[in-house]
């Protein structure tokens, strides 16, 4: 049996990330990963906020396009442009970039075990067992990086395997037989009707696109929706799709168990996402340091029992924007399309293009919001009831 310091169940680029931190820390670390390649199939919108070069590395050769800012349409098609002057996010290779970290995890001295389904772990022993071969492994230490449908999360909620709650999304790869897009902008479109979610443009090139969305619904509405909109949207003309992606987004858990014996989870598997966007990849490398800095403690000083130090760092450190804009998003979920249309038509009207461009974070809502509340824009665009369930986001 192979034994080893930590386990890393999930090849993502957050567990990646985390292997790739221990090593480099001396460790003897093992990432076991379900898949035959890394990163297949994109499961991914492939657009990161301009922190990710502050916490991860991104070679330049995996950034397709840089983002100055976005187009937000409304139901029906009222349009807000907000923009900076410096990039504001990237929009990547994601295929390649979960291949880049994982190779970087690889040459810090991790093993990287590929084909590798866990089935079954014993979180108070350590132990870890695989479908293939009926190969066990052991740790002193097993991460959940196993993401939304994980398995780990289970063994450390003690609960009986379940899938836990989740939204679908859906994406095309589309080619247009003419040029349509700036690719400095994004486009994000909402609808009462896919209320969590929201439906995105983001180019590759001038003539190509990722057009995806996601929502409280199945896969027949959303492609149904997505082929809608690529029908019915005047400015595109003729397509081809030239593939389709599905994937599952984990609903955001204020009270979900992150740590339990020798388990601890990141990423999807710990539920680590923004609720209003469902994105989360930066959020969980930073995780991904809180952890690998605990765990290298817990292992220096053999003591496990230092891994609850993890869940309180990283409730201490996200758990106010994470509670604001999960109350936010459920705000909003009440609104309908005419709601979201007048709301559009006020926000032009008030000039608040100027105050999101200037305030506006794809990682962080909190500081749009207050600026918001803070020159009384919210209070003349909302009915007073919803108004002041903003203004109660606060108290």
């Not at 880049?100 to 022993?125: E, P, S, T, Y």
């Not at 909402?190 to 199945?218: C, H, K, M, Q, Y």
Request: charged fraction near 25%.
């Amino acid at each position: 049996m192979m034994n080893y310091d930590v386990l890393v169940v999930g090849a993502g680029p957050v567990g990646s990330t985390f292997a790739r931190y221990m090593a480099l820390n001396g460790f003897k670390v093992g990432v076991l990963e379900k898949k035959k390649e890394i990163g297949v199939p994109l499961q991914c919108a492939g657009l990161l906020g301009k922190q990710i070069k502050n916490v991860n590395p991104l070679p330049d050769e995996l950034i397709i396009n840089q983002v100055y800012g976005a187009y937000l349409h409304s139901p029906s098609d009222n349009e807000l442009k907000v923009s900076k002057n410096e990039p504001q996010a990237y929009v990547l290779d994601r295929v390649g970039y979960d291949k880049f970290l994982a190779q970087l995890a690889v040459d810090a001295g991790a093993d990287l075990f590929l084909n590798h389904r866990v089935k079954d772990v014993d979180i108070k022993n350590g132990h870890v067992y695989m479908n293939k071969d009926k190969r066990e492994m052991s740790a002193k230490i097993i991460i959940g990086a196993d993401g939304y449908n994980s398995l780990i999360s289970e063994k450390v909620s003690n609960k009986s395997y379940k899938t836990p709650k989740q939204v679908q999304a859906a994406q095309f790869l589309v080619n247009f037989k003419q040029d349509l897009f700036d690719t400095d902008y994004v486009h994000l479109h909402v609808r009462a009707a896919l209320s969590p979610g929201f439906l995105w443009t983001i180019p590759l090139s001038e003539s190509t696109a990722r057009i995806g969305l996601f929502g409280n619904s199945d896969y027949h509405y959303l492609n149904n929706i997505l082929k809608d909109f690529l029908n019915h949207n005047t400015i595109f003309g003729e397509y081809s799709i030239l593939k389709k992606y599905y994937g599952m987004i984990p609903v955001y858990n204020s009270k979900k168990k992150l740590v339990n014996n020798r388990c601890l989870l990141l990423g999807d598997a710990a539920s680590q996402v923004k609720p209003t966007t469902g994105g989360g990849l930066i959020m969980g490398f930073k995780c991904a340091k809180i952890a690998a800095d605990i765990t290298s403690k817990a292992l220096d000083n053999d003591n496990i029992g230092n891994l609850t130090d993890y869940e309180s760092e990283y409730q201490n450190k996200f758990r106010k924007e994470l509670s604001m804009q999960r109350r936010l998003q459920n705000l909003f979920k009440t609104l309908s399309d005419s709601d979201l249309d007048y709301m559009f038509d006020k926000l032009k009207e008030k000039g608040a293009e100027k105050i999101i461009s200037e305030y506006g974070d794809m990682d962080s809502q909190s500081p749009l919001v207050k600026e918001l509340i803070k020159n009384g824009l919210l209070f003349t665009i909302l009915p007073k009831i919803l108004s002041r369930r903003i203004l109660s986001l606060w108290k």
